[in-house]
């Protein structure tokens, strides 16, 4: 199965690791320094210029890519193609 996280992005099920709430996790500087590693290392996709509400978090090539989406996790856990 397949999730679309907004624009032209779909990803694999399979591949998701986590689908989590900006607002609620990036409270914790865990997360935060996380996200800026990811950033750092260039592994963050930006899915939309729209104001982010959700990051998901993938498993691909041996490695981990963090999608940033508009789309609120609630709705993408509801959402597969």
Known sequence: MYLH??????????????????????????TRNYLAYKEKEGDVVNVSEKLPKSFIVCSEDGGEKVYISQISPGVLSKRKL
Do not use: A, K, Y
């Open 5 to 30: 996280v907004g624009e032209d992005i779909v990803l694999n099920c399979g591949d998701i690791v986590g689908i989590f709430d900006l607002d609620n996790t990036t409270v914790s500087p865990i």
